[in-house]
């Protein structure tokens, strides 16, 4: 599922992303996939996705 439209970023692919690099912030996952860089309307969506796969590593 496409959380991020405008950059075709999907869920799945922020889930690896926050895996292998365990980002500590949103801003940080933002400089590892580009989520939010446009009309930032996904930016809660990535937020959550990332809270809840950090839970897991
Ligand atoms: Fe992500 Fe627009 S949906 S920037």
Same mark, same amino acid.
């Given at each position: 599922m496409y959380v991020c439209l405008c950059n075709a970023v999907s869920d799945k692919t922020i889930r690896e992303v926050v895996r292998r690099?365990?980002? &500590?912030s949103l801003q940080h996952l933002r400089q590892l996939v580009?989520?939010? &860089?446009?009309?930032? &309307?996904c930016i809660r969506a990535a937020r959550e996705i990332m809270d809840e796969e950090m839970q897991h590593v």
């Open positions: 690099y365990q980002p &500590k580009p989520v939010g &860089k446009q009309c930032g &309307k």
